[in-house]
T-cell receptor, first 115, second 112 residues
Framework: NAGVMQNPRHLVRRRGQEARLRCSPM?????VYWYRQLPEEGLKFMVY????????ESGMPKERFSAEFPKEGPSILRIQQVVRGDSAAYFC?????????????FGNGTRLTVT | SQQGEEDPQALSIQEGENATMNCSYK?????LQWYRQNSGRGLVHLIL?????REKHSGRLRVTLDTSKKSSSLLITASRAADTASYFC????????????FGQGTRLTINP
């Protein structure tokens, strides 16, 4: 069984460009979470999605950030017009049910560097 | 603000010793989870303990939960070099919350 797959593992973007981060959840999992982690810090919740629906986006910056989880295909975290402060590791996690009541399965993250 | 706060922030012990990490949280919870993160990797789930449980074991891991003090502890017995990692507690941030909120983590180093 493949785990949660994130790609790319490393992404370098110049200021003002767009970053697209992809996450394929584990087979059978319909709940996807995105977290951001700065060096030496914990994970900050960004967004929780189920297939085709955003359930909780309370951790997403109001501008430039968006997320989707279409019926077919991976979940996408999109950052428009990136700035240096967006540099971080972005982790995706999936679960078969609501993540607060069951363990989350994490991918190995995408490390975004904005130059 | 963070729901969970781990203590200590960093811990360094000798191989074979026991390691204890603590987590405090602020609001009522349905469950609390512990995760491990090796450098450069994603988090791996260790144990989930429900609010009506007081203690749970998994191999060399022992987790306790004291809801009256809003705190939990993770004990790793007979530590090994491979236990070197960061350890995070996560809570569901109270009634009806649908997301896990993570603490800042404890960086554990096991010296051979």
């Amino acid at each position: 069984n493949a785990g949660v797959m994130q790609n790319p593992r490393h992404l370098v973007r110049r200021r003002g460009q767009e970053a697209r981060l992809r996450c394929s959840p584990m087979k059978g999992h319909s709940h996807v979470y995105w977290y951001r982690q700065l060096p030496e810090e914990g994970l900050k919740f960004m967004v929780y999605l189920q297939k085709e629906n955003i359930i909780d986006e309370s951790g997403m910056p109001k501008e430039r950030f968006s997320a989707e989880f279409p019926k077919e295909g991976p979940s996408i975290l999109r950052i428009q017009q990136v700035v240096r402060g967006d540099s971080a590791a972005y982790f995706c996690a999936s679960s078969p049910g609501q993540g607060s009541r069951s363990p989350l399965h994490f991918g190995n993250g995408t490390r975004l560097t904005v130059t | 603000s963070q729901q969970g706060e781990e203590d200590p922030q960093a811990l360094s012990i000798q191989e074979g010793e026991n390691a204890t990490m603590n987590c405090s949280y602020k609001t009522s919870i349905n469950n609390l989870q512990w995760y491990r993160q090796n450098s450069g990797r994603g988090l791996v789930h260790l144990i989930l303990i429900r609010s009506n449980e007081r203690e749970k074991h998994s191999g060399r891991l022992r987790v306790t939960l004291d809801t009256s003090k809003k705190s939990s502890s993770l004990l790793i017995t007979a530590s090994r070099a491979a236990d070197t990692a960061s350890y995070f507690c996560a809570t569901d941030a109270g009634q009806g919350a649908q997301k896990l909120v993570f603490g800042q983590g404890t960086r554990l180093t096991i010296n051979p």
